[in-house]
């Protein structure tokens, strides 16, 4: 049984973007499979935190403290870089409120999960990349009503104790007690268990996303690309910028790799579940296609940013030895003959 779960699992792992299409396409063409999961999306998120708490150690909570600068680089960056984007991108666009909220909503979440696999594709710091993760999230429930009350507010009236306290049992809550059964389990059997987590999360990112088309499909193909390009120019010029300003910033290459992913990645899940919580429907269309768009570029990413640096390295120069002279050499051969 385990052999069949670990083998469906490595399936899952590799082609999640695929099956994060297929499942787009189910939820328009057949809504009623995926309606019963709108009124559960808290609860499936809880379930994916509880997951991810499950797979944390003490040493990614130790390299906040080691190593502060960059996390804190990291952390800044997310926060300030996505949602200035998401706003500069709604008002460039002129985009309607509903959509204007979920662009901002979707800018001001924490770090999405899938970076660190990326981060590890992409040959970049992985422990920097899980610390940043899960900085980005404990510090949700402060920045992301924050940010939503500051830049959304002119479109939607925000409760910021309310959404703090909703991100609060969503993510804090699940975390710990995921922490906590790790402590308790132990290493041996949290290891046998990773095969299942990765299922159940992958299950309950894919039928949240499903929920949403199943509601807003119609929407989103009145929308067509303007919708898919605006989160696309997100996303991507997230990265960008995020890869210039760590740059500057005079962070390592395999740090500045993780950072970049850290940046442009997002947890789209988290804002579909706020949605149902606190605005209309058609609110989380830019998280849902999001978690679409977020997969394929997460995807090539990670094999380009290494190419990239090796482009952008520059070359050692090659020292010229100096030709050597023969004209000791020939004395030596004329006492010889």
Same mark, same amino acid.
């Given at each position: 049984m385990m052999d069949f779960i670990g083998k469906?699992?490595?399936?899952?792992?590799?082609?999640? /973007?695929?099956?994060?299409?297929?499942v787009v396409i189910w939820a328009?063409?057949?809504?009623?499979a995926f309606l019963w999961a709108v009124p559960h999306t808290v609860l499936l998120l809880g379930v994916i935190m509880f997951g991810?708490?499950? /797979?944390?150690? *003490?040493?990614?909570?130790?390299?906040?403290?080691?190593?502060?600068?960059?996390?804190?680089?990291?952390? /800044?960056?997310?926060?300030?870089?996505?949602?200035?984007l998401a706003y500069a991108l709604v008002l460039a666009f002129e985009m309607p409120p509903e959509i204007a909220v979920g662009m901002?909503?979707?800018?001001?979440?924490?770090?999405?999960? *899938?970076s660190n696999v990326m981060g590890f594709l992409a040959k970049a710091d992985v422990p920097l990349s899980v610390s940043i993760t899960t900085c980005s999230t404990l510090l949700a429930p402060i920045m992301m009503p924050f940010i939503v009350w500051g830049l959304a507010g002119q479109w939607v009236e925000v409760s910021f104790m309310a959404m703090a306290m909703t991100v609060m049992k969503v993510i804090l809550v699940p975390l710990i007690l995921g922490l906590l059964t790790h402590r308790l389990m132990g290493e041996k059997h949290i290891a046998?268990?990773?095969?299942?987590?990765?299922?159940?999360?992958a299950f309950g990112v894919l039928v949240i996303v499903g929920g949403v088309i199943a509601i807003n499909g119609a929407k989103i193909l009145d929308m067509g690309i303007f919708i898919i390009l605006m989160v696309l120019?997100?996303?991507?010029?997230?990265?960008?910028i995020g890869y210039f300003v760590t740059g500057k910033l005079g962070l390592g290459k395999k740090q500045q790799h993780s950072?970049?992913?850290e940046v442009g990645m997002q947890n789209d899940a988290l804002a579909i579940s706020l949605v149902s919580v606190f605005f209309a429907p058609a609110v989380a269309i830019p998280a849902a296609v999001g978690a679409a768009i977020h997969q394929v570029t997460g995807s090539i990413l990670p094999a380009s940013l290494p190419a990239t640096w090796m482009l952008m390295k520059p070359k050692k120069k090659r020292r010229l030895r100096p030709k050597r002279s023969w004209k000791p050499y020939r004395a030596v051969i004329e006492v010889i003959e």
């Open positions: 469906l699992s490595g399936f899952v792992g590799k082609n999640l /973007t695929y099956i994060v299409f297929l328009y063409f057949m809504p009623n991810m708490g499950m /797979t944390l150690h *003490a040493r990614d909570f130790k390299l906040i403290v080691q190593r502060p600068k960059e996390v804190l680089i990291g952390c /800044t960056a997310h926060y300030t870089i996505m949602p200035l901002i909503l979707l800018g001001s979440c924490p770090s999405g999960t *899938a046998s268990l990773s095969k299942v987590l990765v299922l159940v999360s120019l997100h996303n991507l010029g997230g990265f960008l950072v970049t992913l």
